[in-house]
């Protein structure tokens, strides 16, 4: 398998296009240089469409499309909990969590922290994001579009990864988050288009009448693929534990990414206002619909092409993250050139999102707190480094943190939920309780870590094997209580403000009600005909 001169063709002008839109949207009138607030969050006139686009363009990365569909292979639709759950919540957070952070005009989650539990608080997750994002997201997205850059080009994944790396930086550094928003459009129409590719030809290829008649045959074939809810004896349990993916811990990862996670939620700070980000965070929700039909199915697909012989199953069952890049073979020359531009497309959006966010915590949160009074110039210069550094150590640690594993998708769910209970109870208790302080939000945070890596490691002592949402929804119960019950325990002045919810309105527009209802019946529809 290999590029022909036609796809080689079409991905060079897909990337010198990408190129040139990102310095021509990037470049800033005649006498203005590019501030904080023009490089960190596109001088906050972002529109709802590019919101929408890009927030899908940047989640849609090699995690999902490379991880979610060796999942799909391996367990089925009920993967796809992560994406359709996804839109409900991003609707809750577009209603009730956007409107006090943007009256706040803040450029980062530390910095609400800090308004509201102080400069400890603020510093503490500071650090932690900075280093989860550089050592598990970064990571994770390299090493999983470099094997499947790998499957395509038959080049070393060193090699691969520093490519998509250097890509990534060649538009990003230079713009920031306008560059990386505005080209996001263009990104999730390439990754739209070649995910629909992949899925019809995976489809068209499986014994049955067209790629339709593929799909009804699919479903017949591998009825166990196609349920939602998980028994206890399916083999995944562990990971998508039955009704639990509706009532538990999936829920509490979903608000700590889409809500709370700064590569996320920056796209929405930099939005004209309050309205704008709304209706583009149930854009997002409407798209995220659609997401396991161009990455789940074809990996459930490749389970029969496999057993058909036109796939390597052997290969495939070893390492289920090979999946998509197997997939990408069944494209025709041309058309194979497209659907490599949308993985790239994937990966390089992601990657500059989360150099971007990096950047602006690292500056913004950390480096401003120790040296306030350079200038405007400065910051931005040491935003671009601490992205450069940033992408050059998770290209170092991206084959030993992230190669061993046997799933890069469940990986990153594994890493960020030992701490995303505690972020969720910082940030609620922030908002709806009063006499919430950084002790309370400290006991939550620590606890949240102590408790998760203590039942990760009770079967190892003895103790019950949970499952990992499970286990999730029974920290985020506990880090409450203790973020609660510490707080009232331990009165101080932490410097913190309170948020006064009286002077904030949650009314939402007629466009975003009626987007949200439709968005909510779907989902409600899809999961009564796979339950």
């Not at 538990?248 to 939005?271: D, M, T």
């Amino acid at each position: 398998m290999s590029l022909e001169t036609i796809d080689i063709i079409i991905i060079a002008g897909y990337a010198l296009a990408l190129l040139g839109i990102a310095l021509a949207v990037s470049r800033e009138p005649k006498g203005h240089e590019k501030d904080t607030e023009d490089y960190f969050l596109a001088g906050r006139a972002l529109p709802w469409w590019a919101i929408g686009a890009s927030l899908i363009a940047s989640n849609i990365s090699a995690e999902q499309i490379i991880g979610q569909s060796g999942q799909g292979f391996a367990v089925g639709i009920a993967i796809a909990a992560y994406e359709w759950q996804a839109a409900i919540v991003l609707i809750i957070v577009a209603k009730y969590f956007l409107p006090i952070f943007l009256k706040r005009r803040i450029y980062t989650m530390p910095q609400f922290l800090q308004q509201r539990y102080g400069e400890g608080v603020k510093n503490l997750m500071s650090v932690f994001w900075v280093a989860l994002y550089t050592a598990v997201n970064l990571t994770t997205v390299l090493w999983l579009g470099g094997l499947a850059v790998q499957s395509l080009t038959g080049w070393s994944i060193i090699y691969c990864m520093m490519a998509l790396a250097g890509f990534a930086a060649l538009y990003s550094l230079y713009g920031g988050l306008k560059a990386v928003a505005l080209t996001d459009i263009i990104q999730v129409v390439v990754l739209v288009l070649g995910g629909l590719a992949i899925t019809w030809f995976a489809l068209d290829a499986l014994p049955a009448d067209g790629a339709l008649g593929g799909f009804g045959y699919l479903m017949q074939e591998m009825p166990g693929h196609f349920e939602m809810i998980l028994e206890p004896d399916h083999p995944a349990y562990g990971d998508l534990p039955g009704i639990w993916t509706l009532l538990g811990g999936l829920w509490v990862l979903h608000f700590s990414y889409w809500g709370f996670n700064q590569y996320i939620i920056q796209r929405a700070l930099g939005a004209e206002n309050l309205g704008e980000a709304q209706k583009g965070l149930a854009f997002a929700a409407f798209l995220k619909i659609l997401v396991p039909f161009i990455v789940v199915i074809p990996g459930i697909a490749a389970v029969i092409l496999a057993q058909q012989g036109m796939l390597d199953g052997a290969a495939l069952a070893e390492k289920s993250d090979r999946t998509y890049g197997e997939l990408m073979g069944f494209a025709p020359a041309g058309l194979r050139g497209l659907v490599f531009a949308a993985l790239i497309a994937a990966v390089v959006s992601s990657l500059a999102s989360m150099m971007n966010s990096i950047s602006t915590i690292f500056t913004m949160d950390l480096y401003r707190a120790a040296r306030p009074d350079r200038g405007e110039q400065h910051y931005v210069m040491v935003g671009r480094i601490a992205a450069f550094t940033a992408m050059a150590i998770a290209l170092v640690l991206a084959r030993p943190f992230i190669g061993g594993f046997e799933s890069g998708f469940q990986t990153v769910q594994e890493y960020t939920g030992f701490i995303a209970p505690g972020i969720v109870v910082v940030f609620l208790l922030g908002f709806f309780d009063k006499k919430a302080n950084a002790a309370g939000a400290y006991a939550a945070l620590l606890g949240s870590l102590a408790l998760n890596v203590l039942l990760k490691l009770a079967p190892e002592l003895g103790g019950p094997d949970i499952p990992f949402i499970i286990r999730i929804w029974i920290v985020f119960l506990a880090a409450l209580v203790a973020g609660i019950f510490v707080s009232r325990a331990y009165q101080s002045d932490d410097g913190g403000e309170r948020v006064e919810l009286s002077g904030i309105s949650f009314a939402t527009s007629t466009l975003f009600n009626t987007l949200a209802a439709i968005t909510a019946a779907m989902l409600v529809g899809l999961y009564v005909w796979l339950w």
